[in-house]
């Protein structure tokens, strides 16, 4: 068979599938939100501790609640965790309805379209806690609890670009990772993200995720959560109601 080495020719139209794999929601904190929960870190000693809880090794590990965080503030930070865990509910269960579609009867496609612009979405938080990391606190590979969990930044130490710029072929200092399958050819199996302050993720609960340690003088504020999603409106699934529908659907266009 003769060999191509000029492989950039174009082979015309073609389409990503995106058949596996979780989704990861990335936002911003609202300034307000911000606000409110750098204020809790600055006086963290007064809330209850929260590390025999957790899997990681750091300085201070409290738990975010109604009592640390009341009225007002707590009701912006539950709002925040709610609409981030509706965004990755949404746009996963819009990746597998891309995929299903694909041989989906046109009775299916019209039943599942007509509905899922119009989620009706219940979330229930059952924890949130603050993180406070110092040089050499790191987090094992774990997972979570719930549905969907996430990770917000508050603060870096001063140094830690000097330190990622300062680490050679494969920086990794303070920053997650998450690891999803095995390793194989054409296959991604980890994700490395840079904190960043401001900056919060969204992913599934069950998705494994490692912390590094980093060097630098100085503290790592972050927070994390567990939430879960319910619809209360029927979305891309079908129900037993749906598929006798498809049914009858396929009978009339016979006769």
């Not at 191509?4 to 174009?10: I, P």
């Not at 302050?197 to 912390?211: N, S």
């Not at 879960?228 to 979305?235: G, P």
């Amino acid at each position: 068979m003769e060999q191509v080495t000029d492989v950039h020719q174009g082979i015309g139209e073609c389409q990503i599938i995106r058949p596996f794999g979780p989704c990861i929601v990335q936002a911003h904190i609202p300034e307000q939100v911000q606000a409110d929960l750098i204020d809790i870190f600055e006086r963290s000693d007064e809330a209850p501790d929260h590390s025999m809880n957790l899997a990681g090794n750091m300085v201070t590990e409290f738990t975010i609640n109604e009592q640390v965080l009341p009225g007002d503030k707590g009701q912006r930070f539950v709002q925040m965790l709610a609409d981030g865990s509706a965004e990755l509910y949404k746009y996963s269960k819009m990746v597998h309805w891309e995929n299903t579609k694909r041989t989906a009867t046109d009775k299916h496609c019209e039943i599942v379209e007509s509905r899922i612009d119009n989620m009706n979405l219940s979330c229930v938080i059952h924890q949130s806690w603050g993180n406070k990391s110092v040089a050499g606190d790191w987090n094992p590979t774990h997972t979570h609890t719930g549905m969907i969990s996430g990770v917000g930044y508050l603060k870096l130490p001063d140094n830690i670009e000097q330190e990622w710029e300062s680490e050679d072929h494969d920086p990794s200092a303070g920053m997650i990772q998450f690891l999803y399958g095995g390793t194989h050819a054409l296959s991604t199996h980890t994700l490395r993200l840079k904190p960043e302050v401001g900056v919060i993720y969204f992913f599934p609960a069950w998705l494994m995720h490692e912390v590094y340690p980093f060097r630098s003088a100085g503290e790592r504020w972050s927070f994390s959560f567990n939430t879960s999603i319910e619809n209360l409106n029927a979305d891309v699934d079908l129900t037993n109601e749906d598929k006798i529908e498809i049914v009858k659907a396929m009978e009339n266009a016979k006769s």
